[in-house]
Every structure is written in structure tokens, then in C-alpha cells.
């Protein structure tokens, strides 16, 4: 019987999820099980699990009610350590993961490198055979190089900065925003090639779907030749047989 599930992240194409589930019969669900990540947990009230790999006792001590939010009744909180006080916290099962990607080095662990693709490999590793991903938005202006805003949500009470904060500075960030996007693209491959039918919420910039689509070197091809790759006004005409 086949299964699927829908993978919540806190990027802008979220939104379209909302609507997408709106739209079904008054917030009925699109698919058998949903995930969602940090502050996107208890902004959606129906989901089956949450994911926060961030350490949640240092979480906890600076930001007490994100914590707190995240323990919700009977919704496993995944995350790199599980702590008994923490209702609910499951330890990610990494080895099991990386046994069943069975990736070869350095592929192994170049997608480990936020919490979105963590949730993305544990889908392929438990072989739903759907998969939708709202949220998976990448970007300069999403906050990746805004210092002030690295500084005001992540220091401590004390204004000390975690040491992972160094590797969102400008001149470490050599891609065009949160690390991230290129994983989950690789991950969107992986799951393909499985025979998981992916589906990406309409205007994400996840693998350039928010840009007109066309393939590169046949950008006078209409879409007479190849179908869907031009928006309707900018057909060009088709010339004569």
C-alpha cells in the first residue's frame, strides 16, 4: 500500500501548502502523514512529527517557550539528542539513515547541513513513495546574510554567539544563500531515482522553480516542442511547415 507524506519547512512557499490543504475539503489533509521543522511544529496544528536538530537543551535555556511550543502531546520531537526532560524528543537515527542512503564519501555527509534535509533523507530512508516539500526556499534575502538578524535570534541572554554562527558570515557563505538548497536538490535526485514521486510547491526556489522555465540553449523553442516550459503570452508564433 503506498504512503506519503508532506515535509513542512518555514520557507515563503509554505504558504502555498496552507493553500493547497485549505482547498481540500476545510484543512483535510493531501497526504497520509505530515512533518514539520522548528517554529513550523506548533504554527501548524495538524502534523505527526517534529524535527528540531539544533540541540534542544541549549535551545531551551535561551528560548524556553520555542522549547516548550515544540512538546506537543503524542508528536515525537526528532532532533540530534534526545533529553529526558524534553517530552516527546527522539534521537535522529543517523546511523540508520546513512545505511540506507548507502552514499559513498564525501557524498555521505555533504547533505547533512540543515534540519529540512535531515526530514527529507528520513522520508527516502522510510520509502514513502510520495513525498511534497512546502517551504524548501532558499535565499540571500530569506536571512542568511543579515547579520543583525543572525545576532538577535541565535546569541544567548548573554550576547555570546554560537560557534556555528561563523559558517552564515558573507565570506563563508560562497552560494547565493541559506546552506541548503543544493542538499535538498541532491536529495530530490536520490528520491527520484527510488521511484518517489517528489513534488514541490509552485513558485519555490528550490531546483529554480520559481523562474520561467525553459531548457537553457533552446530558449527559442516554444511550447509547441516541448510543452509547459513558456508561460501562454510568450509563445512565440510557430512558424510555417
Known amino acids: 500500500m503506498s504512503k506519503s507524506v508532506a515535509l513542512l519547512a518555514m520557507g515563503p512557499s509554505l504558504i502555498g ?40 537543551q541549549r535551545d531551551k535555556e535561551n528560548w524556553p517557550g520555542y522549547v ?17 526532560e524534553i517530552k516527546g524528543s527522539v534521537e535522529y537515527p543517523l546511523e540508520e539513515v546513512h545505511t540506507a542512503l548507502a552514499l559513498p564519501p564525501p557524498w555521505d555527509k555533504q547533505w547533512m547541513d540543515n534540519t529540512a534535509n535531515y526530514m527529507l533523507a528520513l522520508a527516502i530512508t522510510e520509502e514513502y513513495d510520495s513525498i511534497i516539500l512546502a517551504g524548501y526556499d532558499y535565499g540571500r534575502d530569506l536571512y542568511g546574510l543579515n547579520p543583525r538578524y543572525l545576532r538577535e535570534m541565535f546569541c544567548d541572554l548573554k550576547g555570546n554567539e554560537p560557534a556555528w554562527m561563523a559558517l552564515y558570515r558573507e565570506k563563508s557563505m560562497k552560494g547565493d544563500g ?6 535538498s536538490a541532491f536529495l530530490c ?19 529554480n ?9 533552446y530558449q527559442e523553442v516554444p511550447d509547441w516542442a516541448w510543452p509547459g516550459m513558456w508561460p501562454l503570452e510568450d509563445v512565440p508564433e510557430r512558424p510555417p511547415e
Do not use: C
Not at 21 to 42: E, F, G, H, I, Q
Not at 178 to 183: F, T
Open 17 to 56: 501548502y496552507l493553500a493547497m490543504t485549505s482547498a481540500n475539503n476545510r484543512n483535510a489533509r493531501v497526504t497520509d502523514k505530515v512533518w514539520a521543522l522548528n517554529a513550523a511544529a506548533y504554527w501548524i496544528n495538524d502534523i505527526d512529527r517534529a524535527f528540531s536538530m539544533d540541540d534542544l
Open 68 to 84: 516548550e511550543g515544540l512538546q506537543r502531546p503524542g508528536i515525537p520531537l526528532y532532533s540530534s539528542r534526545a533529553y529526558p
Open 178 to 183: 541559506e546552506p541548503g538548497a543544493h542538499s
Open 189 to 207: 535526485g536520490i528520491a527520484v531515482s527510488r521511484g518517489i514521486k517528489v513534488t514541490v510547491i509552485p513558485g519555490t526556489r528550490l531546483m
Open 209 to 217: 522553480y520559481d523562474r520561467a522555465g525553459f531548457l537553457y540553449g
